[in-house]
T-cell receptor
Framework: QKEVEQNSGPLSVPEGAIASLNCTYSDRGSQSFFWYRQYSGKSPELIMF????GDKEDGRFTAQLNKASQYVSLLIRDSQPSDSATYLCAVKGDFNKFYFGSGTKLNVKP | DTGVSQDPRHKITKRGQNVTFRCDPISEHNRLYWYRQTLGQGPEFLTY????????KSRLLSDRFSAERPKGSFSTLEIQRTEQGDSAMYLC????????????????FGPGTRLTVL
């Protein structure tokens, strides 16, 4: 059983729309959750982290966490073609091990 | 450049050869991670150091893999007797163990070393 599950996509949205990316995790004791963006051929870069239930907003990005449902999401408002990338969900587990999902590929069409 | 650096960026080797990769973390970071990433997958945890101590190692890591961080600064990852299945991107990341509310530890990734085993 995978620790972190994501829909591989691709998710296609028109420019200016809201992109919604979802992630579920298996370890109910997980406390910290991260969203990374990875452009093709590049290494992951952190977009947001969240550790409390609810929403956390940073610019065009909003992370949502529901620990009871073991569910994390990332909303990207006013999507731009430059947002086209693979988005990785990561969960911090015991002993500072990080578990990554396989990523969701986002395509923002001009 | 004060980010995480990795060397080499690309390595092509023949099956059965040994390879060694180097990672230089951000200078004040005391935590260092190695990951492996294959096409279409997320990074897979390999091992983790806090200073010079290797605190965790993936059960998926065979005995052919070894990592060191002798002085708590740079780290090396060695793969012995490489196999074609070892072909992947090897990523290094570093972070700073935060005091107080340490609910998160932002990891900064290096550019990776792409290994191709022929």
């Amino acid at each position: 059983q995978k620790e972190v599950e994501q829909n591989s996509g691709p998710l296609s949205v028109p420019e200016g729309a809201i992109a919604s990316l979802n992630c579920t995790y298996s370890d109910r004791g997980s406390q910290s959750f991260f969203w990374y963006r990875q452009y093709s051929g590049k290494s992951p870069e952190l977009i947001m982290f969240i550790y409390s239930n609810g929403d956390k907003e940073d610019g065009r990005f909003t992370a949502q966490l529901n620990k009871a449902s073991q569910y994390v999401s990332l909303l990207i408002r006013d999507s731009q073609p430059s947002d086209s990338a693979t988005y990785l969900c990561a969960v911090k587990g015991d002993f500072n091990k990080f578990y990554f999902g396989s990523g969701t590929k986002l395509n923002v069409k001009p | 450049d004060t980010g995480v650096s990795q060397d080499p960026r690309h390595k092509i080797t023949k099956r059965g050869q040994n390879v060694t990769f180097r990672c230089d973390p951000i200078s004040e970071h005391n935590r260092l991670y190695w990951y492996r990433q294959t096409l279409g997958q997320g990074p897979e945890f390999l091992t983790y150091f806090q200073n010079e101590a290797q605190l965790e190692k993936s059960r998926l890591l065979s005995d052919r893999f070894s990592a060191e961080r002798p002085k708590g600064s740079f780290s090396t990852l060695e793969i012995q007797r490489t196999e074609q299945g070892d072909s992947a991107m090897y990523l290094c990341a570093s972070s700073l163990r935060a005091s107080g509310l340490a609910a998160y530890n932002e990891q900064f990734f290096g550019p990776g070393t792409r290994l191709t085993v022929l």
